[in-house]
């Protein structure tokens, strides 16, 4: 008797240890930057929180500057062009750009890369969810990838802010041993 107590006490331990190390597969997602000639970037991590996703990015070998970055509507990153990330993720299928109105969903602030080329920074997109069962989640069938380019969002030009070529790409996922690769 006391054996099946014991054992029972270690599978609740067991589960419990499972939720607290793997919290519910929708609250996280992350991303492999790989730039035009494949090599590694860096890092997006997504977060779901009641403000909307924080996402960080820790990025390396970038060149300096200011530089746009976007959730792009297709989770498929193919160098050296990255078209096929689509355009901007929009499901309410607005005008681009924060200063003409609201705005894509996968609209964000530019970013600004020192001279080191490495850049660690955090933001919210309060637009975009991890949830699976909403409209604006960056897992909708065709996936999401996040995108930087090689210049900065005007923050008005439809339908990209006049921010140039793609320099960085990486699909979001929430497989640990996919990150990164491109959605097939
Ligand atoms: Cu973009």
Do not use: W
Request: charged letters at 15%; glycine letters at 10%; aromatic letters at 2%.
């Amino acid at each position: 008797m006391s054996i099946l107590k014991c054992a029972r006490t270690v599978s609740v331990t067991a589960l419990l240890a499972t939720a607290l190390v793997r919290p519910a597969a929708a609250q996280s997602a992350n991303a492999l930057l790989r730039d035009t000639n494949r090599q590694d970037v860096g890092t997006v991590s997504l977060l779901q929180t009641s403000a909307g996703v924080l996402l960080k990015l820790s990025l390396k070998g970038m060149p300096p500057g200011e530089h746009a970055v976007h959730v792009h509507a297709v989770g498929k990153c193919e160098p050296p062009s990255f078209d096929s990330a689509g355009p901007h993720f929009n499901p309410g299928n607005t005008h681009h750009g924060i200063v003409a109105g609201p705005g894509h969903a996968g609209d964000m602030p530019n970013l600004h890369i020192p001279p080191s080329g490495s850049l660690e920074v955090e933001l919210v997109n309060a637009a975009i969810t991890i949830d699976m069962a909403k409209p604006n989640s960056v897992f909708h069938p065709d996936g999401t990838a996040v995108v930087i380019h090689g210049g900065k969002d005007d923050y008005m030009t439809d339908p990209a802010g006049n921010s140039g070529n793609r320099i960085a790409c990486g699909v979001i996922s929430q497989d640990p041993t996919t990150v990164g690769r491109t959605a097939q």
